[in-house]
């Protein structure tokens, strides 16, 4: 029955998905299975999963937010201007970082005022302070590329914590930022299951009634959620920028939706209540493994969204029957039970 | 029995109230534009190509308001509208290509391909949600990046220009003087505000977007309903990409990307509820030309498009917190009432 139980998870379907992938990839090109390929899906991923740790607490939470990509650029390209405009130490890594996570989450603060103080749905909250978001930064901030960001965020781009060279003649380089990366995930990970807080986004997802009998506040809890989310994908925006070694405000605009469909690959589920940050890591990097090496597999490029979008659609589709089973075999149950 | 019908004329009310609301503001804004830059705001040239713009966008928005009125949402509307385009753009290209001219019955096939497009996308919509009951958002999400994803993939991500001259005439020519997409949308709202008000697929719309569970007892076969409601909004995305690339000259996959964000503001403007149950064509219609004047004037003043977006969002989030707080004050009152008598 465990074994059952252990076999219909999330979890377990995405990395037989995942194994299944790379033998595929792996058998038709050799490239694949390299170090420097995995810390090459690695790098790509850092960014991504940062966001989609923060969708997935909005996710579980009940809700879902579209501006946590403006959110991240708009953090991200502010603390550069910023350190510009008040010539802050260019050395310095640590005051742009957070700079931008205080940045992040003021805006995750507004998003909280909209959604919290005033009940408006959460999409149409956040598609609409993202309209603002990015409306006010191109128009006030600044609309123009910046190529020489601050020596501190551009040496951090090749901070690496492994370096060699392989024996074809590559350079294998892994990131420092596993590390920060992992630690975060893991604080994200024991934030969610081990405190409070983390019980009563649960159970927010679960119910928005039952969660206020239970005597937890909604709007407490909904406000300390979309302000952490905001700092999260305000530290996400500025690790792009420095990855990127430039801040383009048009960036990141429009990624919203492969980050929400890495998060509902790993099994979260949109309605709210259930999701789980295992999932989620192992949907970023299903995601990212497909996106890097689906050119290895001669799918061309220009068909990366669409490969992605079939993903998606495969994804909640089976997940969704899944559900109906569940819900008929409950049925089912019930109706036996009266019997 | 006579508490409910009164009920029911109050509501009556409500729903003339939103839109006498939306047409007084209309006219402020109107009024505001006129008296900052009258050289520019006040002049038939851009009238006339307010006409031209409008039409797109208000189709696109009536597609996105039915899928709200069931309580739902289609965030793949612009997918589908330039799938449809590309397909309507390329057949006309390549018969072009092939022979030099091109036939008027060629154009209609095309557009009639288009068409057909979009129906068949609205019919996965369909299926994701009401047979596999995924939720709205989720499914139109997924679906909308699978229509553009194939639409890149099958272009390049290259636009398709230069489309025969018959078809461009379409959207750039007037019927009686009056811009013919303008007319096309008259049609269209008119279409859609007879099927919401007078047909029992209307009602149903209605009462599902109301209370589903208490729709689902009554046994008025709701997923049908709801599969019908995705569909047309389908429909209606493929005619709003044909009108723009009609327009535009050109097809592109990745056209309109921030209609979307716009299409809800004006839905939401436009007094539809996004909880579903409520709303009017003609408040979508009145919400549309106000954004469009908004954007106009903002051209007329100088101001930049960031701007406007800003606007855009602020103007959502504006009346979204506009309506909860005269929700709020209105249950307090009709509390207090009963409390008194």
């Known amino acids: 029955m465990n074994i059952r139980k252990l076999l219909r998870r999330n979890e377990t379907v995405l990395i037989f998905a995942i194994i299944i992938f790379s033998l595929v ?36 939470s009940g809700g879902i937010d579209v501006s946590f990509p403006i959110v991240g650029i708009f953090a991200g390209y502010t603390a550069v201007v910023m350190m510009r405009k008040f010539q802050l130490n260019e050395e310095s890594l640590l005051i742009p970082i957070t700079l931008a996570i205080i940045i992040g989450a003021i805006l995750g603060g507004f998003n ?49 914590l492994i370096k060699f060279e392989s024996d074809a003649g590559t350079l294998v380089r892994l990131h420092v930022l596993v590390i920060p990366v992992a630690v975060i995930t893991i604080a994200v990970s024991l934030l969610l299951n081990r405190t409070i807080f983390g019980r009563s986004v649960y159970a927010l997802g679960g119910g928005i009634e039952p969660t206020r009998r239970l005597g937890i506040s909604i709007k407490r809890t909904q406000a300390k959620i979309y302000m952490l989310v ?110 | 029995m006579n508490e409910r019908l009164q009920r029911m004329s109050t509501s009556g009310l409500l729903a003339d109230r939103k839109v006498t609301q939306l047409m007084g503001f209309t006219t402020f804004i ?67 290509s092939a022979t030099g001219e091109i036939s008027s019955l060629w154009i209609i096939i095309a557009c009639l391909s288009g068409i057909l497009i979009g129906l068949i996308c609205g019919v996965i919509n369909s299926i994701l949600i009401a047979i596999l009951n995924v939720t709205p958002i989720l499914a139109t999400l997924a679906t909308m990046t699978l229509f553009n994803g194939i ?21 750039n020519g007037t019927f009686f003087g009056i811009p013919t997409p303008f007319v096309l949308m008259v049609a269209i709202a008119a279409f859609v ?69 716009l299409a809800i503001v004006i839905v939401v403007l436009g007094g539809i509820n996004p909880l579903g149950g409520f709303g009017t064509v003609t408040g979508v219609v009145l919400a549309t030309v106000v954004l469009q004047m908004v954007s106009s004037g903002f051209n007329a003043l100088r101001f930049s498009q960031f701007f406007y977006l800003a606007a855009q969002g602020g103007v959502l989030v504006a009346v979204m917190i506009l309506n909860t707080v005269l929700e709020n004050r209105r249950v307090n009152k009709s509390i207090n009432k009963s409390l008194e008598s």
């Open chain 2, 193 to 261: 505000g007879f099927l919401i008000n007078r047909t029992g697929l209307g009602l149903k719309l209605l009462l599902i977007g109301t209370n589903r569970k208490a729709a689902q007892y009554s046994v008025m076969g709701d997923r049908k309903v709801i599969a019908w409601t995705y569909i047309l909004s389908g429909f209606l995305s493929s005619l709003a990409g044909l009108i723009i690339a009609a327009r535009t000259s050109a097809a592109s996959p990745d056209f309109g990307n921030s209609y979307i964000l």
């Open chain 1, 230 to 339: 905001g700092g999260l994908s305000g530290l996400a925006g500025i690790l792009y920028v420095s990855l990127q070694r430039k801040a383009n405000p048009y960036d990141l605009a429009g990624s919203e939706l492969d980050v929400i469909a890495a998060v509902v690959l790993g099994g979260a589920s949109i309605m709210g209540g259930y999701g789980t940050v295992f999932g989620t890591v192992l949907g970023v990097l299903f995601i990212n493994m497909m996106k890097n090496n689906l050119v290895l597999l001669g799918v061309s490029s220009s068909w990366q969204r669409a490969a992605v979008g079939v993903l998606l659609v495969l994804g909640i589709t089976i997940q969704a029957i899944g559900e109906n089973r569940k819900s008929k075999r409950q049925k089912t149950a019930a109706n036996k039970e009266k019997e």
């Open chain 1, 112 to 160: 909280a005022i909209a959604i919290a103080g005033f009940g408006i749905p959460t999409l149409i909250a956040t598609l609409g302070t993202a309209g603002i978001f990015r409306g006010l930064m191109l128009s006030f901030i600044g609309a123009s590329f910046i190529s020489d960001i601050p020596v501190g965020l551009d040496n951090f781009s090749t901070a690496d």
């Open chain 2, 151 to 171: 639409a890149i993939g099958i272009t390049n991500g290259i636009s398709v220009s230069d489309l025969p001259k018959q078809f461009i005439r379409v959207g």
């Open chain 2, 30 to 96: 109107f009024l505001i534009f006129t008296i900052f830059s009258f050289n520019i705001f006040f002049t038939p040239e851009n009238f006339r190509s307010m006409a031209y713009q409008v039409p797109e966008i208000a189709i696109l928005s009536i597609a996105v308001m039915l899928s709200m009125l069931t309580g739902g949402i289609d965030l793949s509307i612009v997918g589908i509208s330039n799938a449809a385009a590309l397909v309507a753009a390329y057949i006309m290209t390549e018969q072009m």
């Open chain 1, 25 to 60: 990839i792996g058998s038709k090109s050799p490239e694949f299975f390299t170090t420097a390929n995995l810390f090459d899906i690695l790098r790509s991923s850092f960014v991504q999963l940062l966001f989609a740790l923060g969708v997935l607490i909005v996710i579980i």
